[in-house]
């Protein structure tokens, strides 16, 4: 059984019995599952980005609001620290940057 490949159970668990292995025909037909496998694969991950794109794009305007918050967060949280070190509370140090 010379150049006859294993079917994957046999490489799995290594049998190497010689009523498992695959004719040509079968390697082929092997060969072509994989390969549908395959291209529902891509199909899966094409479909997940057009759905991520979409979720962005209809979520946009509270994304963009979220975005926003983030930023003027980091800006303005040192001003809001400075009077938190003078014993200043918090509101009224954020109550004076805003």
Same mark, same amino acid.
């Given at each position: 059984?010379?150049?006859?490949?294993?079917?994957?159970?046999?490489?799995?668990?290594?049998?190497?019995?010689?009523?498992?292995?695959?004719?040509?025909?079968?390697?082929?037909?092997? &060969?072509?599952? !994989?390969? /549908?496998?395959? =291209?529902?694969?891509?199909?899966? *991950?094409?479909? %997940?980005?057009?759905?991520?794109?979409?979720?962005?794009?209809?979520?946009?305007?509270?994304?963009?609001?979220?975005?926003?918050?983030?930023?003027?967060? &980091?800006?303005? !949280?040192? /001003?809001?620290? =400075?009077?938190?070190?003078?014993? *200043?509370?918090? %509101?009224?140090?954020?109550?004076?940057?805003?």
């Amino acid at each position: 059984m010379k150049g006859a490949e294993l079917c994957p159970p046999c490489i799995v668990a290594r049998l190497g019995d010689s009523s498992h292995q695959l004719d040509s025909e079968s390697t082929s037909e092997f &060969a072509h599952m !994989r390969a /549908l496998e395959q =291209a529902q694969s891509v199909g899966i *991950v094409i479909l %997940a980005t057009l759905l991520v794109i979409g979720a962005l794009y209809f979520g946009r305007e509270f994304l963009i609001s979220i975005a926003l918050a983030l930023m003027l967060n &980091a800006l303005l !949280r040192p /001003l809001v620290r =400075a009077p938190e070190r003078l014993r *200043v509370p918090t %509101a009224a140090g954020a109550a004076s940057v805003g």
